[in-house]
């Protein structure tokens, strides 16, 4: 019964690759993020989806590519990974739009490029 | 625009023993703050939140109150366990924007 479902959890590739990270969440919300995670642990907004459609688009190099085919799923595609790519990368999803809405979190994928 | 700042860790306190963690904020808006954690390889939880001033979030034992006075939103624990040991966030978000801005983290270690 996971709420928000990543995979893979750890990926390890080498620069230059193209690779996918998947995210689902059977919550039934409206809205749904990605975000970064540094190897300091400080937590940045990339993009946010809402109802399939894109509300957020942070300063990301346009190497990153979210994709969602419908509102329960929110994937990111990363073309030309290069080494500053290496972090944590966590799926969220809420309810709707609101200020006062609670973000729920998938378990990260750890990626590693070599 | 809008920013959170939490104290520098790592925190490394002793079992039961009173824990503060310190956030402030700034905001254009007028935000809902929370706090969320992480343990170890995982990813986050809402550990709790305010949406208006003077609310007092709580769970498992820690409390925050939202200061507007202040722009503050510490946490707070009395008596702190070893399995509290995590980073803590403090994040607000503003209505009207979807974006939760996160403080650094704080890094707390309690030894038994």
């Known amino acids: 019964d996971t709420a928000v479902s990543q995979t893979p959890k750890y990926l390890v590739t080498q620069m230059g690759n193209d690779k996918s990270i998947k995210c689902e969440q059977n919550?039934?919300?409206?809205?749904m993020y990605w975000y970064k995670q540094d190897s300091k642990k400080f937590l940045k907004i990339m993009f946010s989806?809402?109802?399939?459609?894109?509300?957020i688009n942070e300063t990301v190099p346009n190497r990153f590519s979210p994709k969602s085919p419908d509102k329960a799923h929110l994937n990111l595609h990363i073309n030309s990974l290069e080494l500053g790519d290496s972090a944590v990368y966590f799926c969220?999803?809420?309810?709707?739009?609101?200020?006062?809405?609670?973000?729920?979190f998938g378990p990260g994928t750890r990626l590693l490029v070599l | 625009g809008d920013s959170v700042t939490q104290m520098e860790g790592p925190v490394t306190l002793s079992e039961e023993a009173f824990l503060t963690i310190n956030c402030t904020y700034t905001?254009?808006?007028?935000?809902?703050l929370f706090w969320y954690v992480q343990y170890p390889g995982e990813g986050l939880q809402l550990l709790l939140k305010?949406?208006?001033?003077?609310d007092k979030g709580s769970n498992k034992g820690f409390e925050a109150t939202y200061r507007k006075e202040t722009t503050s939103f510490h946490l707070e624990k009395g008596s702190v366990q070893v399995s509290d040991s995590a980073v803590y966030f403090c994040?607000?978000?503003?209505?009207?924007?979807?974006?939760?801005?996160f403080g650094k983290g704080t890094k707390l270690t309690v030894n038994p």
């Open positions: 969220a999803s809420s309810p709707g739009r609101g200020g006062e809405e609670t973000q729920y």
């Open positions: 919550l039934g919300h409206d809205t």
């Open positions: 989806y809402n109802n399939k459609e894109l509300i």
């Open positions: 905001a254009t808006g007028y935000p809902s």
């Open positions: 305010a949406t208006k001033a003077d």
């Open positions: 994040a607000l978000r503003t209505r009207g924007s979807e974006k939760l801005v």
